[in-house]
């Protein structure tokens, strides 16, 4: 098939156009991936049945032979004679091994065995190997930045209106904080996946016709793959430990939508305290050629919007009728995608964030726009502090005075005969902060520092 | 591209190996078909330029041959290299024409005013062409079944208990009629798509420079494909018109889920008054030859599981900051995918549906457990008309003590000598009904037949 | 119950303690409503057995006099004791007529066809009393708002960026369009809803006991309320036309939210092109008094976020086994609040517009910023219109040296030797335009006013 | 406000009329309660000024009646007023003590410093006291049932269709096991929200005016509610406390969903093999006087439908520009309804895993119908396990043989001759389990015991 008559963006764009992801992935979460990952689990069958002696060393090596022969498309060739994906690898595994060997491909399991132990098998993988490492090298590069900026102040900003102020450094460190919890959280889902050989009803009904302890052999089995049962299954595992590593996945891709979304306002024409890197051949727009656009944030934030709604369908697959229903069997196959897609979005993200441009002269232009009208909040502050009856009301009457007449807030109000007992009573320093606003950023470069040492710590970066 | 390097289950299964579905759909929803859309809204635009005299016919000549060569490996190529995927498209056309005939390219159009010309356009064409036309064949092959069926009495079910007494045509039916709904709104969703010539913020400004009747021009351009413009547009086409489209295929997906939960019920192994049919070689469970399980059906029932939540893309789509945020870029791509899910659903559920095996035996046996109890209702109702003053009360106990003895309730209502007054009032037909349950299913029948017979004239099947 | 003992904040404080809405809705969308309605339908149905003469006109005396008697709250003690709503309100009934007339309540009918008629009746009712009137007024004060505007000047934007001028009324014209289109789907969904009188599974098996012509019967019980029956229904209506109608009224929520989040932007410190009126007394901020925040506009949002995703129930409970199961019995008690929080929402933003502050010398000063730049669209598309070969990547180059060397994109591009053959060719108004921005707004003005007076005339305004 | 004159069916229904919901959550999630929550963090904030010494004994004292009195009521009047909630609070308690006191009220906190750790708090409170004990009462009657029926032999069932026995009290024990590790999660999260004392924008600018050490005065005031900060925080605590929370109850929900749905299609009348306990005035439909009907797992289902969409609300309030847009505000003022909601299902579901009425000659029936069939499992592993070359594939047309002819399969196969060599090569107890298939449960028993044992434990039960 021609990569262009595929209709998914993720495979035919973002995963299948992009080789460093492509490379990355496609062992774990493409369809080939899936197949693979099922015949490593029936190779685990095998060996545990041959160290407790039910086959043969030579049935054992017959069939590792058989496994590695198998392809995705035989596989699919196979299936559509006979309308069943499992059986279908079966049959081809079978088909190469001896008469003598053949009864002990698949033994006493059913096709979910096979089907949730390779799902957990290979989420597990992909996370370890793929997902937990792109987080961290994006949280190193934010640590970085937010390291590197830890003095640089800025204007604080709520409700999309100037506050108090605080650093650039400062505003990186709500990430690093936020995606260090999240890789915690991501990691324990990852390590927290289950297997099962509990049969077709999970009551280890087949097992039991051969194995005294069946409880037992599912450990042995599950434990040469990493992974372990959990204390019931049916046909299928419980899908709450899938559904917690999905939450994992979709909150760590709010948390980047949010970074998104702020990094974009700030790039915007007024503020543009910040920019995308911009490649020299680069088109900003077709019609407009001086356009530098945040496209790479915006395909963050977009990406979110595609994948998010997903969970809905994760929330939904909690239902299955009794020892199961199937209809969780196509909804689950698009898990891998939303993997994928995060990935796609912490590599991008990551380069962003490596070649911001941080614009020191606007940081400093938008700062002075309202540093005059930031004094309300300590001014207010410290009146209260120092007893003044009413100290919210007269400096919001202050504001008013000043905004329409034009003067400076701290002017007024050092005029302002009823609050010369209260500037009596500052300390130096609080005076201080009233005259240099620049100095009223707290706590932000501390704070920058702390939480970025904490994380490297406890993430070991 | 291996077809089984894919993630999306779509592109390696459900499309990308069904030639059948794949060859309806590659031509309007695969990435190929984008570009091939593209330059479609392209050459309209030239040969309104023609049609004005603006550029020569030889120059429109020149644009027609280059545009026929422009193929999808190429664009993304040339998008690799300058990272804007219409200006590569253009840079594409362009290399291949004359400098006389060159500004004549894309001249005063925007990226936006191609790309949301050429969805609506392939929305609006893949909807006549794939998504209508398999509509109606499952339609009609549901009237079929419904018209077999409307005389072949089945219990109904409310609360998953037995109810009145209906037929299975009357069953189908249901469908019929809210399928027949879904038709006509996918039609004049279809029928509603805009495309867009307003430039880059929908003002007309490049337009305005050449034009003197930009918003004439833009409707010249559209009408050539079959398009209108909106009252208003920004750098896009406003979001609600593939919005409701997209309410219009998703609520379809909703309707189909609900057939096929009900027939997927009507196979349990309790109930068993439907199956799907089995092939020959099909295989039923890895570990369980006999079984014959609802596979089709639960597809469809997992497929929209996997789609309905990305309506949430939609309505998050709907908000575009100003004259546009690019945050909708990415997620919009992906509005393909769901309309080639439901036609693949489609499909399936029709051949389903054609080759039902509907068994008559089990629907009888399943009408006989509840056939006395039911009398419950018309006994009530007949009571109560003629004014007995308590009937419901009387006829809630005259079933418990029914349940209790085990006689059936007719036989202890027919003996209860309170009741006889009432059961002289009754006519005849009223005694029949009450004798003999089958008669009792009301209009079934004949509201099978007017509907059926209502959407056939309607949608002219 | 004390109000502040209430959980749910429509209750408690949108809806609750807002007097001019709650007037407004609680007839249509409380509970005392629901009982009053469904009271409705029994009478429409004892209205049309009167007319039958099934019973007497001294029957239908006392059945309304007994309905008018009817309160929430003994119902709601009825039910407690029986565990069933409309049999809780049928016994209310029954127990204040003679045994004459007894048997007419509620005769023949199931549960449900009270339920649903009488929920149709009100969402329409609703809707034309008060949804629509609101969407209305709101449409009016854009109109006036834009048509106000229409020739200032703004600087349009896209991806944050500044791109082509335009008008602030052409700004607000978007939102009049795409409102303007939702009140003809809110409009036309509330005209579709449907009843019902066709018995507990559809088939109308009890009305056949009584009836030869069931059908008929039933439309003239709903012709009375203003409904009609659909051309089949279960237990229940078909769900989609609830179902059509909530997305009408969702996606009018998104457009309002889109709206606000524009306004809530152009309200930022370094745009401030726009600013909610702000009280007297208002408080800004706890600590800082100064802040004017966009506290509507954000409402605005944040009530989209709580109610969007709700739709989600609606396409699940488009899902009903067989004639019916009851597992949207529950999901739907929760539609009214969707209702009333769009309603609540658009009280909300009309006032905001009505008192917006434009600031128009912040618009001006925005549009200087990167007016300069600006040019660049419309020089390249001229250049590109005179034949230059390669005026995309000309004027790219142009644009990095401006911003290198300080000096203004146009008399970079004046000077420019190579240039001179096409600026001699360009007309007199193209060379104006180039010289002055603020006249490349294009089309701005006239689409405004051409918008705002098809959709006065649309709808009649 | 009279009841029924609210619009949501929580305070008009579910909560509101519950006297028992009603005193379980009044304390914690209405409205009353979030403003005593806050007036209990402005008191631990005194208490730490005070044991710092900055405020006096008697400062600390006049605060504590001032806040004693506060009313919802009134802190909603001063709303009115002033349009700022904390505000009004704030006015509130300053009025009512000496100007001496006032400055101490609120001192250096931000509106959200307040809401945020009030609203952190009841959450844990509530969890703890109403939450985390409803889902042990749950999981404790749970066991019982599982542990009761552990030997009740019933069909296990995988897409509606008979497959392998199990016993009733393994298909409960799934139940055990999946809400035993959501009680886990539900404390872990319940354990881990987070307050915050750090002023407008996280960076404890106003802190820092007064404080050393604002982050350890930080800790002071949140250790004393049992609460303490997170690495970072803006205006606002992170997010990602309230998502895992309200992912770990809306996870919850689903698995009771489940619950609910499998009982009740064990209630359809074919299968019966449960039902709810019926009440004895209880009417089970307007109509069908003698319809049983699961109402209570169908408000289950249905309230999940309602309730489980609004993560989608979480998701998209991770998001918040800067130190903090407002657009989370309203809709975070949801969150207590959506855990309301879960503990009215708690309750009600586990009245009736109380009252279940378990049918075991139903079971035993149903069991019956396809037990001959069901051996196709058993016989088809053991042919396989002693050699049969295509084990499967012979069962399967045995199986088709025995539903052609009539016959027992079992019947067939020890008929039929190909057969012979494997039959003799089994043990005894494969032999019995062939012809004995109530003895194919498996481990069902087994594992109930166990998984029920090790849940007790490990939670304490």
Partial sequence: MDIFDNINPMDFRYYGRNPDLFSKLQPYLS???????????????????ARRKICSKDDLKEIITAIEKVRAGNVYEEEDRIKHNVRALVNLIR???????????????TSHDIICTADALRLKEVSEKVVLPLMKTLMVDLIDLAMKEKDTVQIGRTHGQHADPITFGFTMTEYVSRLGRRILRVKHAAGNFRGKLSGAVGAYNAQSLFF??????????????????????????????V???????????????NMADDLRHLQRSEIAEI????????????TMPHKRNPINFENVKSMWKAYMPRMTTQYMDQISEHQRDLTNSASQRY????????CSVMMRLDKAIKNLVVDKE????????????IAAEPLYILLASYNHPDAHEKVRELTLLAEKSGNRLLDIAFRDDSLQPYFKKMTKRQQ?????????????????EDCCKFWKKKLKL
């Fill in 362 to 373: 606007n940081l400093r232009k938008n700062f002075n726009i309202t540093k005059d009208m």
């Fill in 212 to 241: 005294d302890d069946p409880m037992k052999f599912e450990k042995e089995v599950l434990r040469d793959l990493g992974l372990k049962p959990s204390t019931h299954s049916t046909q299928i595992v419980e899908p709450e430990f």
């Fill in 432 to 448: 201080d902060i009233l005259k240099n606003l620049e100095q009223y950023t707290g706590m932000a470069s501390k704070k920058t």
């Fill in 243 to 257: 559904l917690d590593y999905l939450h994992a996945i979709i909150s760590t891709f709010g948390i980047l939508a």
């Fill in 31 to 49: 369809e080939s991936a899936t197949i693979r990952y099922m015949a490593r689990v029936e190779l685990a069958l095998v060996n545990a049945l």
């Fill in 335 to 342: 898990v891998p995608e939303t993997i994928a897609a995060l």
């Fill in 95 to 109: 088909k190469n091994v001896s008469d003598r060997a053949k009864p002990f491909v698949h033994f006493t399991a």
């Fill in 275 to 286: 920019s995308e890197a911009f490649a020299k051949k680069q088109v900003g727009s077709s």
